[in-house]
């Protein structure tokens, strides 16, 4: 027999599935794609080639990120790390065979090549794009000393309608190598981050809560959850609001450990981990990476958190 606790919480997932605030509208432009639900902005995803004075030249991430009630969220160009931006995803290793070819965290002798940007059909109310994006470096020609791409990349940026308190976001990351022996991997140390990661403006209030309850950041990698929420008065001193970060369970590895930080940095979902040793990168089958964000007022509590990442896990 179903609690009635449980079935509270079923009646108000399928309340807010059905609540939607207006239509989701996409604009692709040469430079960013924007999407939209009535007046309300809900993200960019970068396209053209972006820098600061000609250096950290970046694309294929998302920026703006907007929180529900149309404040700019996630962080481009901070002080303290030039190199992050908004929400993005990228390795420290880049290798073929033995050869090191560029640094894609840091934006060192990388780039990447959006080649086409289309929408996706959705058989629901949700607005999709599919990307297709070629890794490049300068370390890597072919024999007339042209840059060839050595991965390709098919990201899908999803955007569910907003519901009372929250809004799902889903991105999916499809990586195929292009040249036999490649790897990817986090940072050579023994923090090894890298993979999907935000970064999003923080406050002195700010709080982390897990599945397993609230989460002091350290130095160190935390130990894996299947989902990290990060709420505070991030926007204003007013009013809280939060992002949480679902990983999908066939994600490889899952659940990977978690990389938090209180201030002046990015929140990571590792991948892979240990991320000091790089893994192989299949030039046969993508590897595929898949995450949720869940944009919403207040703090974890005030969102069905968990049953929207019971509903996510079966997709």
Same mark, same amino acid.
């Given at each position: 027999?179903?609690?009635?606790?449980?079935?509270?919480?079923?009646?108000?997932?399928?309340?807010?599935?059905?609540?939607?605030?207006?239509?989701?509208?996409?604009?692709?432009?040469?430079?960013?794609?924007?999407?939209?639900?009535?007046?309300?902005?809900?993200?960019?995803?970068?396209?053209?080639?972006?820098?600061?004075?000609?250096?950290?030249?970046?694309?294929?991430?998302?920026?703006?990120?907007?929180?529900?009630?149309?404040?700019?969220?996630?962080?481009?160009?901070?002080?303290?790390?030039?190199?992050?931006?908004?929400?993005?995803?990228?390795?420290?290793?880049?290798?073929?065979?033995?050869?090191?070819?560029?640094?894609?965290?840091?934006?060192?002798?990388?780039?990447?090549?959006?080649?086409? =940007?289309?929408? $996706?059909? !959705? +058989?629901?109310?949700?607005?999709? @794009?599919?990307?297709?994006? %070629?890794?490049?470096? *300068?370390?890597?020609?072919?024999?007339?000393?042209?840059?060839?791409?050595?991965?390709?990349?098919?990201?899908?940026?999803? =955007?569910?309608? $907003?519901? !009372? +308190?929250?809004?799902?976001?889903? @991105?999916?990351?499809?990586? %195929?190598?292009?040249? *036999?022996?490649?790897?990817?991997?986090?940072?050579?140390?023994?923090?090894?981050?890298?993979?999907?990661?935000?970064?999003?403006?923080?406050?002195?209030?700010?709080?982390?809560?897990?599945?397993?309850?609230?989460?002091?950041?350290?130095?160190?990698?935390?130990?894996?959850?299947?989902?990290?929420?990060?709420?505070?008065?991030?926007?204003?001193?007013?009013?809280?609001?939060?992002?949480?970060?679902?990983?999908?369970?066939?994600?490889?590895?899952?659940?990977?450990?978690?990389?938090?930080?209180?201030?002046?940095?990015?929140?990571?979902?590792?991948?892979?981990?240990?991320?000091?040793?790089?893994?192989?990168?299949?030039?046969?089958?993508?590897?595929?990476?898949?995450?949720?964000?869940?944009?919403?007022?207040?703090?974890?509590?005030?969102?069905?958190?968990?049953?929207?990442?019971?509903?996510?896990?079966?997709?």
């Amino acid at each position: 027999m179903i609690s009635r606790k449980r079935l509270n919480a079923i009646a108000v997932i399928c309340f807010f599935s059905q609540m939607s605030f207006g239509q989701i509208n996409i604009k692709i432009e040469a430079d960013k794609t924007y999407f939209t639900e009535g007046k309300d902005s809900i993200l960019s995803y970068q396209i053209a080639p972006k820098s600061i004075n000609g250096k950290y030249s970046r694309s294929n991430y998302i920026h703006p990120l907007y929180t529900l009630d149309g404040a700019v969220l996630t962080e481009d160009f901070p002080a303290d790390h030039l190199h992050h931006r908004g929400i993005f995803w990228s390795w420290h290793q880049l290798y073929i065979d033995d050869k090191r070819i560029g640094d894609a965290w840091e934006i060192e002798n990388f780039k990447w090549e959006v080649t086409s =940007v289309k929408e $996706k059909k !959705q +058989k629901d109310n949700s607005k999709a @794009i599919q990307a297709k994006v %070629l890794w490049k470096s *300068p370390l890597w020609k072919d024999k007339r000393g042209i840059e060839k791409a050595f991965v390709k990349e098919t990201t899908t940026i999803k =955007v569910h309608p $907003k519901q !009372q +308190k929250y809004r799902c976001i889903d @991105i999916e990351i499809a990586l %195929l190598a292009l040249e *036999p022996n490649m790897k990817i991997g986090g940072s050579e140390d023994e923090k090894g981050y890298g993979g999907f990661s935000p970064r999003i403006k923080l406050s002195d209030d700010v709080l982390f809560t897990s599945s397993n309850g609230k989460i002091t950041p350290t130095n160190l990698p935390i130990p894996a959850s299947e989902w990290m929420d990060i709420s505070g008065s991030l926007i204003n001193k007013e009013q809280k609001t939060g992002m949480t970060i679902l990983c999908n369970p066939k994600n490889p590895g899952f659940p990977n450990p978690w990389i938090l930080r209180a201030k002046k940095s990015m929140q990571n979902a590792v991948f892979p981990y240990p991320g000091a040793k790089a893994i192989p990168l299949s030039n046969k089958k993508p590897l595929v990476l898949s995450y949720r964000l869940v944009i919403h007022d207040g703090d974890a509590n005030e969102i069905p958190i968990k049953e929207i990442y019971k509903d996510y896990a079966k997709n």
